[in-house]
């Protein structure tokens, strides 16, 4: 069974840096691309970042660009958003998602529960 | 402001059929596999639809995918009070270099 944990969410500041991690288990993990998505308060789903199997590919939403890094680590099934520069607006809540193969740009097949990021003084 | 376009709330009765529809642009739906999510608010998104038209297994036949073009559409028949939820559009975009989605459809069933 697919499961994805996320962690790492919690209250910062603006300007504040976090780091969220996800845990994956299930699949062969360094065989798929990983994402990123979020929802902020009354909004819809934001696709933010995606990371090849290998990790040599990575892509990014340009309200995040600059500011956010994701990366992965295939020996602990591990994929991380560090998250630096944040803004109010990046209040959300994130979700990663498994690609359905090894591109990013397929669809996502399965979703963590997501965890809550606040960025507020 | 989405790439992707979708009517933002739908309505049928229960047992009826809706539609839910996508529109986008050559750099994304045009060139690229759409997929479809439901997403009750608190929870997971659910994939219903990848590929255009393909239903991942578990996803009852009740829900299909069509692609035409630069438009996508989703298509629930025998409605449920269980369906309501936000329906999402999703794609990649070719001239980003990035994942897009839709604003989202809140389909309510009566």
Known sequence: EVQLLESGGGLVQPGGSLRLSCAASGFTFSSIAMSWVRQ????????ISGISPSGSGTYYADSVKGRFTISRDN????????????????TAIYYCAKCGGPMVKQSSDHWGQGTLVTVSS | QSVLTQPPSVSAAPGQKVTISCSG?????????????????????????????K??????????????????????????????????????DSSLSAGVFGGGTKLTVL
């Not at chain 1, 994929?79 to 990046?90: A, C, K, T």
């Not at chain 2, 479809?36 to 994939?47: E, I, N, R, V």
């Not at chain 2, 239903?55 to 269980?82: N, V, Y």
């Open chain 1, 40 to 47: 902020a308060p009354g909004k819809g789903l934001e696709w």
């Open chain 2, 25 to 53: 642009s050559s750099s994304n739906i045009g060139n690229n596999y759409v997929s479809w999510y439901q997403h009750l608010p608190g929870t997971a998104p659910k994939l219903l639809i990848y590929d255009n038209d």
């Open chain 1, 75 to 90: 020996s602990k099934n591990t994929v991380i958003l560090q998250m630096n520069s944040l803004r109010v607006e990046d």
């Open chain 2, 55 to 92: 239903r991942p297994s578990g996803i009852p036949d009740r829900f299909s995918g069509s692609k035409s073009g630069t438009s996508a559409t989703l298509g629930i028949t025998g409605l449920q009070t269980g369906d309501e939820a936000d329906y999402y559009c999703g794609t990649w």
